[in-house]
């Protein structure tokens, strides 16, 4: 007599912009991905398809709650989304954020192109626990790389990506396993 495999933890994706598709990747295997809230046709979407993973259409914060209630995750991962989502709707579950500054500082939108105007000598990725407040919650991961003198934007999202393909996975059985994180000191927080 065989023994059922072990299922896997149930994570839905929200990513709407270029840090999506790694995420996608790097859950992929490691969870059952249960949808990707995400518009439109691209290679993200693709992805998702060709993975199995349903593509939810519908980025609303309304979307999310729906998807959150009928999907019942056991995690829900952020990685590129312009809406802030209420406590409400976080404490159902955990939820882990990507956000590529190093947290506390840097919170906000544009992170990586701020630190290179801003003449920052890195860039840095924060996998953390999703909290009530602007990128705020406890830290499950978090890395920098170097700004080179010529680097674009898109050459820092790259490295960023691919720390953040190769570490979510990580940082989200961590968050299901109720590890709390570091704590971010609010009074170095800074804001982009």
Do not use: K
């Not at 790694?22 to 859950?27: K, N, S």
């Not at 952020?78 to 882990?96: H, K, Q, T, Y």
């Amino acid at each position: 007599m065989s023994a059922d495999p072990p299922t896997l933890p149930r994570v839905l994706l929200i990513g709407i912009g270029p840090t999506s598709r790694t995420a996608l990747d790097g859950l992929a295997g490691e969870f059952e991905v249960v949808g990707l809230v995400r518009d439109g046709d691209d290679d993200t979407t693709a992805r998702a398809r060709e993975l199995g993973v349903p593509v939810l259409d519908n980025r609303t914060v309304s979307g999310v709650r729906t998807a959150v209630q009928e999907l019942e995750p056991d995690a829900v991962v952020v990685s590129s989304f312009d809406r802030i989502l209420d406590s409400e709707l976080v404490g159902r579950c955990p939820f882990v954020n990507v956000h590529y500054a190093p947290l506390p500082r840097g919170r906000g939108r544009a992170t990586v192109n701020w630190a290179i105007i801003n003449g920052d000598g890195e860039a840095a990725i924060s996998i953390h626990h999703l909290a009530p407040g602007l990128d705020a919650g406890g830290i499950l991961y978090q890395a920098t790389v170097p700004i080179a003198q010529d680097d674009t934007v898109a050459d820092l999202y790259r490295e960023l990506n691919e720390l953040q393909r190769r570490h979510i996975a990580a940082a989200t059985a961590a968050a299901i396993a109720g590890e709390p994180g570091g704590q971010q000191v609010e009074a170095d927080a800074t804001y982009s």
